[in-house]
């Protein structure tokens, strides 16, 4: 006789059957009344967007994020104003002309009034000369592109031979004296513009001891190169009544091209050069 209550389920006394605990009705096990949320933590869920916006809008943490951000982009504009070396002076930003300074090192001096310079940005203090990586080359082919042509603002050395013409009195004499007043050293040079030859005008310091000297002014003042003349685009910035002081010092004292024996055939670097810009005409319209 077949049993007549399922085998899930028990009878009591009047034949009642009772569901056994792990009947069918709750028979799968992921079915748990605990693991079902709350609406409170529902409505936590929903508030977890909430919290992190109020969290980022914290007065004191807002205050945080934008002292730190503008930090930031205060250093990355410093470094990039002050310490971003400039390697040729086609790389010099017109924002700098007139404004700042440009510290570096003399690598080479190729004529009388202009030299080249390896930018150095910070000097000692950001490590130039004592850091790894921070050296100066010194090997012609590490340097290659990578210094700036300086002009000497406001003077005009004698010229030396070039392309077949005679070099001036004094030419060598005053590439000697530069070289041995500037080359190697550390040198301050106050850019004003570039010319058309692609260097970088600019008066030009060095320190000599304790004293902070005109690199200009002093070869005006041997007698080794004359004040700048030019219908246009002489720059001096604002030593133009200095250097023409220091020119009548140097006649009168007779020094250098201004010597008794050399100043009666004396012939000043700018008439040097229109006059052979002139034969050169000259010798263009026979051919």
Do not use: C
Not at 88 to 104: H, N, W
Not at 258 to 279: G, H, I, N
Request: avoid cysteine.
């Amino acid at each position: 006789m077949r049993w007549p209550f399922p085998s899930g389920t028990s009878t009591d006394a009047h034949g009642h059957g009772h569901g056994h605990p792990n009947s069918t009705s709750n028979s799968n096990p992921n079915l748990n009344s605990d693991d079902t949320p709350s609406p409170s933590a529902k409505r936590g869920k929903r508030d977890i967007p909430l919290l992190i916006y109020t969290h980022f809008l914290d007065p004191l943490n807002l205050a945080t994020t934008l002292l730190l951000t503008a930090a930031s982009l205060s250093v990355i504009s410093g470094y990039r104003t002050y310490l971003r070396r400039i390697p040729v002076a086609s790389g010099i930003q017109e924002r700098v002309f007139r404004r700042r300074s440009l510290l570096g090192r003399v690598t080479s001096v190729g004529d009388g009034d202009n030299f080249r310079l390896f930018h150095t940005p910070g000097g000692r203090l950001a490590g130039w000369g004592w850091l790894p990586g921070r050296k100066v080359p010194v090997k012609r082919d590490l340097l290659k592109d990578r210094t700036i042509h300086v002009r000497l603002a406001g003077v005009d050395a004698p010229e030396l031979a070039h392309f077949g013409r005679p070099p001036q009195p004094y030419a060598a004499e005053a590439l000697a004296w530069l070289r041995g007043y500037v080359m190697g050293r550390r040198v301050r040079a106050y850019v004003y513009k570039r010319d058309q030859y692609d260097r970088a005008v600019a008066t030009v310091y060095v320190w000599k001891g304790l004293l902070r000297r005109d690199v200009g002014l002093q070869m005006i003042r041997q007698g080794l190169a004359t004040v700048y003349e030019a219908k246009t685009g002489a720059e001096f910035g604002d030593v133009e009544d200095k250097y023409r002081k220091a020119e009548w010092w140097a006649k009168t004292k007779r020094k250098g091209m201004w010597a008794a024996a050399a100043a009666a055939r004396f012939e000043s670097p700018r008439d040097y050069k229109t006059r052979m810009a002139s034969l050169d005409d000259k010798a263009h319209v026979k051919r």
